[in-house]
């Protein structure tokens, strides 16, 4: 299918992290819908500390892990932070998403969403962000996207050079 690639990013630190979500801040439209996977702790809410700080969010991003969605809304476009952890699919459902990645319910932003396992229907156009621990630490980033602009975006993130930014 059009659009489809596979990007594979290697990510020594969590600055490297954080780098990557400056890059997705920086390039991503409004609209787009970031599907964050991983295990506990493998750096999700690092890369959204990034992304916030690349639309131009000063204020500090915590996990909204309690909170289930923060909103930021002083950048470059609106960030809405999800973290599903503690939801079932069932709950997940009953939240209304939907509503976000619509846009019908909200100014068209970006929308980063943590566990984002617990979604069982997930819109085809987002960008999904799976972060994996290495053996030795440091950790894999491994990007799905779904349109041929996002592939476009992700192969700009890679040359940018960002991501080897020393800490
Ligand atoms: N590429 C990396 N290499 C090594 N450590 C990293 C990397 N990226 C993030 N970390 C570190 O991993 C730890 C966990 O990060 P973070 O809280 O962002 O994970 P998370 O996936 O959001 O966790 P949770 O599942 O609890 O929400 C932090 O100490 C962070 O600095
Ligand atoms: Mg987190």
Same mark, same amino acid.
């Given at each position: 299918?059009?659009?489809?690639?596979?990007?594979?990013?290697?990510?020594?630190?969590?600055?490297?992290?954080?780098?990557?979500?400056?890059?997705?801040?920086?390039?991503?439209?409004?609209?787009?819908?970031?599907?964050?996977?991983?295990?506990?702790?493998?750096?999700?809410?690092?890369?959204?500390?990034?992304?916030?700080?690349?639309?131009?969010?000063?204020?500090?991003?915590?996990?909204?892990?309690?909170?289930?969605?923060?909103?930021?809304?002083?950048?470059?476009?609106? %960030?809405?932070?999800? *973290?599903?952890?503690?939801?079932?699919? !069932? &709950? +997940?459902?009953?939240?209304? @998403?939907?509503?976000?990645?619509?846009?019908?319910?909200?100014?068209?932003?970006?929308?980063?969403?943590?566990?984002?396992?617990?979604?069982?229907?997930?819109?085809?156009?987002?960008?999904?962000?799976?972060?994996?621990?290495?053996?030795?630490?440091?950790?894999?980033?491994?990007? %799905?996207?779904?349109? *041929?602009?996002?592939?476009?975006?992700? !192969? &700009? +993130?890679?040359?940018?050079? @960002?991501?080897?930014?020393?800490?």
């Amino acid at each position: 299918m059009m659009g489809d690639g596979v990007f594979k990013i290697d990510l020594p630190n969590a600055r490297a992290t954080y780098n990557l979500g400056i890059c997705l801040g920086q390039l991503c439209p409004p609209g787009t819908v970031l599907l964050l996977l991983g295990d506990l702790g493998s750096g999700k809410t690092t890369l959204v500390q990034g992304i916030g700080a690349g639309l131009g969010i000063a204020e500090p991003i915590s996990s909204p892990t309690f909170t289930l969605i923060n909103e930021y809304l002083e950048g470059r476009m609106p %960030l809405y932070h999800v *973290d599903l952890y503690r939801l079932d699919s !069932e &709950q +997940v459902g009953s939240l209304e @998403l939907e509503s976000y990645w619509d846009a019908t319910g909200c100014v068209p932003g970006l929308l980063a969403i943590e566990w984002s396992e617990r979604i069982l229907d997930s819109p085809k156009s987002a960008i999904r962000l799976k972060l994996g621990s290495k053996p030795g630490g440091g950790r894999w980033a491994t990007v %799905l996207t779904a349109t *041929d602009d996002q592939v476009a975006l992700l !192969e &700009q +993130v890679i040359c940018d050079g @960002l991501l080897a930014d020393e800490v």
